[in-house]
Every structure is written in C-alpha cells, then in structure tokens.
C-alpha cells in the first residue's frame, strides 16, 4: 500500500490476529481497506481473520477482492495470497505449490510456513505437517506459535512430543489453551484420569455449559468406554456455539452416531436435524451424510448430496470426492452396499477421512467383500490419531476389536474373533444397552456353540 496510514493499521491488525483476536483484526483490517481500497494483502488477511470467526461469504468475498488486486502486490506476496487462497478452495495440492514458491522466494516467513504445513495436513500429509509446523516455531517462537505446534503434534498422533512442548511453557499460553491440549494429549497417550483433571480446570474457567468442554469429557467418556454416561452427556447438553460453528457440529455427529450404535435411528436421523446443512463447509456437509447413511436415512442423505450439488466446483478433485461420498452415502442408506463401496473407494482417493474408511468396511463387510473389509480396517487403525484429533470420529477408536471380530468370525477364524468380541464387551461394560454391544454379545454365544 501507498498509504502509511493503512499500512499502520495494517501492522495492528496482523498483531490482533497473531493473538488469535480476531474480531478485532476484523475492524483493524476493515479499516485499513477504507484507506486503501486496493491493499491486496489487507483484503486476503481479512478473509482469513473472517472465515476464523464462521463468516464464510465474507471470507470468500474478501479473497475474491484480494486477487482482484494481485498486480499491485510483490511476487512473495502473490504467492502468499495465491496458496491460501487455494486452500480455502480445498485445492490443497496447488496450495502446496503455491507455498512452496512462497517459502523459496521468502525463507524466514513465519506466515508462509504456518499456511503451508495446515495445507500439508489437510492433504493428509502429516509428517510433512509436522516439519513446516517445527520450522515455523523456530522463525517464530511466540506463545500462538507454540500451541499450533503442538496441535499439529496431536493431529499425527505424537502425544509424547506435545507433551515435552507444553512443558516448555512458562506461562506463555493462555490457560485455556494450555488445559485444552493438555487435555488431548492424555486422552491420545492413554492417561484418561490425567485428563479429567484438565477437563475439570477447564470446566472451571469455560463452565458447565461450554461446548469445549462437552466435546472433551464425551471424548474421555467414550474413550473410556463408557458410551451410556456419554450419550446422556451430549443429550443433556446446551452448547453455547452457534449451530454452524464446528464444535456444534461436530457434537451431533458423535451424538448421531452413539444413538445409531445404540440401534435408535430414527433418533440418530433426529440428531442431525438442526445442522444447518446449506451454511457449513463443504467437508461438514459431507460428514453430515456420512452419519446420515450410518442412521439409515436415505432423506437425510439426499438433503446432503443436493445441497453438495448446489456448491461443489466440478473441477475440484476433493469436491469431487465429497459428491462421490454423497452418493455412496445415499446408496448405501438403501441398503446398495456393493455399488456404494465403488464410490466410496472412488471418494478415498481424493479424500483422507476416518469417516470414509469407516464406511468402505460397512460397506465391504455387508458385500461380503473380505479382502477390502480388512484394507478399510487397517487404514482406520492408521488414521486413530487423526480419529481422536478429529474429535467426532472419536467413538470409532473403542470399535476396533468389533470391527475386526465381525471380519474374523465371517473368515472362519473363530478363536480370535471370541477374544476380540469378549475385548470389545469388557470394555464398553457400561453399554450393555447399545444394539452393537447385544450383538457382539449374541455373536459370542453362537461362536461359543
């Protein structure tokens, strides 16, 4: 910009959003524009500082503006804007290219870096992730920095390295952060009573209702293997968040979810409902299908393909992804298993999601289809980190000994599929209500015959 003013209040408004004050970035940035119409970067900053706060039209339309005004911007900027740009579009492939340039053109930006290991981790590539994550906090090791490298820690499963981080914290982070990922990473490692004392001191400073805390007792719960306690948890619950935030999504997708374990689809389908499927992203939608064919609701599927329909840009290859997944969801809702598992085989190559292979082995164990049943189950215990990180997949991690007791029993390999079912039914020994606990149970009784 032209303008010192506006690159003053520019300045402020990157300082506001560094501290995740986002809002306030908002204005800042707002009024930087009003002095420059034509500060490209103010525009794409703004875009990301608004869709951080759930405003995705007011996102898409400050990125629209940013690339209106690329040739008044530097070649590192233009690529900055370019690569994020692409990764709000889900293109994370060019995005990674776009960042890379970046990174060559500008080696010590902090920024650039952090952009490219999200784009890295939304492509599935973890470790990758990870690196751009490290190397990112040593060109800035402020206290923001810290805590998203230590989530990206959490996302690939390195719950002994996140734990060493936090320890480097000398009051640094805020605590409700500090807690928080202190609260994930026993629940990754294992340590359940360690983070119900996190919790606990959350609770305490967030409060009863917080939706954050909801999600992570729930996820301690079921993890724990006390699904009843769980379900009654997040029936009982009043969340605070908006029902397009991602929080509140992400809680009817694991309170869909344990009612259809617990054989009440209608329930589970009921679940679902207030998700305002038109107004979140793309991914979300296609989650909410996924747990709609898990209820058996082939309306609920529809309504998702149709909106998916509406927005999806053809060309896109995760879009295409999302649509194939859509319709698989709405066939397997039916009862089509052997078509749905094509498409949702289709839909895992250009998408990366517990939920994907959760559904290719439904589908391939009820098509008899062995050898792909086991390939879906190796890559749900390949991604349980990304289940846990995730959060609404969390419920799936307690499945796998039933998961791969169904697919034993049906290969003839009895002994293994007994022990596995009795693993499964000592653990969830408070669920002995859910349907998939009385068939597991029934399962062992004929296997024991």
Not at 203 to 211: A, C, L
Not at 227 to 237: F, M
Not at 261 to 272: K, Q
Not at 292 to 306: D, E, K
Request: proline fraction near 3%; include cysteine.
């Amino acid at each position: 910009s032209s303008s010192l003013a506006a690159l003053g209040m520019y300045f402020r408004a990157t300082t506001e959003h560094r501290a995740r004050e986002f809002q306030r970035a908002v204005e800042l940035y707002r009024g930087a524009i009003r002095l420059d119409e034509g500060f490209a970067l103010a525009h794409g900053r703004l875009g990301l500082a608004l869709k951080s706060i759930g405003d995705r039209d007011g996102s898409r339309a400050a990125f629209e503006r940013a690339l209106s005004f690329l040739h008044r911007v530097s070649e590192p900027e233009r690529y900055l804007l370019l690569g994020v740009d692409f990764m709000d579009r889900e293109e994370y492939a060019k995005s990674i290219d776009s960042l890379s340039v970046r990174m060559s053109l500008s080696p010590y930006d902090d920024t650039g870096r952090f952009y490219l290991a999200i784009s890295r981790m939304l492509h599935g590539d973890y470790p990758g992730a990870v690196r751009d994550a490290e190397r990112a906090h040593e060109l800035n090791s402020s206290r923001i920095s810290l805590g998203n490298l230590v989530d990206f820690h959490l996302a690939a499963g390195e719950y002994a390295r996140a734990m060493d981080l936090l320890k480097t914290d000398e009051g640094g982070l805020r605590p409700t952060a500090k807690h928080r990922l202190q609260a994930e990473a026993f629940l990754g490692s294992g340590a359940l009573d360690a983070a119900e004392g996190e919790i606990a001191e959350l609770e305490r400073i967030e409060g009863v209702h917080s939706t954050l805390v909801t999600d992570l007792r729930t996820r301690a719960l079921l993890l724990g293997g006390r699904w009843d306690r769980g379900l009654r948890l997040l029936q009982r619950a009043d969340p605070l968040d908006s029902p397009d935030s991602s929080r509140f999504v992400g809680q009817k997708l694991i309170l869909s979810r344990l009612l259809s374990l617990a054989g009440r689809m209608a329930d589970a389908e009921t679940a679902l409902a207030p998700v305002p499927v038109d107004d979140i992203s793309l991914r979300e939608r296609a989650l909410v299908g996924g747990h709609y064919c898990l209820a058996g609701s082939v309306a609920g599927t529809r309504r998702v393909r149709t909106s998916l329909e509406s927005d999806a840009v053809a060309d896109n290859p995760r879009h295409r992804a999302y649509l194939d997944f859509a319709h698989g969801c709405e066939l397997g809702a039916a009862g089509q298993w052997a078509p749905a598992l094509d498409l949702f085989d289709r839909a895992s190559h250009g998408w990366h999601e517990p939920l994907v292979s959760r559904l290719k082995l439904e589908a391939a164990i009820s098509s008899t289809r062995w050898d792909e049943a086991k390939g879906s189950l190796d890559a749900l215990t390949r991604g349980s980190s990304q289940s846990l990180w995730l959060g609404y997949a969390t419920v799936d991690l307690p499945l796998r000994p039933y998961d791969a007791a169904r697919i034993y029993m049906k290969t003839g390999e009895t002994a293994e599929a007994i022990r596995l079912f009795e693993t499964f039914v000592e653990h969830v020994s408070d669920a002995s209500e859910f349907a998939v606990v009385r068939a597991a149970r029934a399962h062992l009784r004929g296997l024991s015959r």
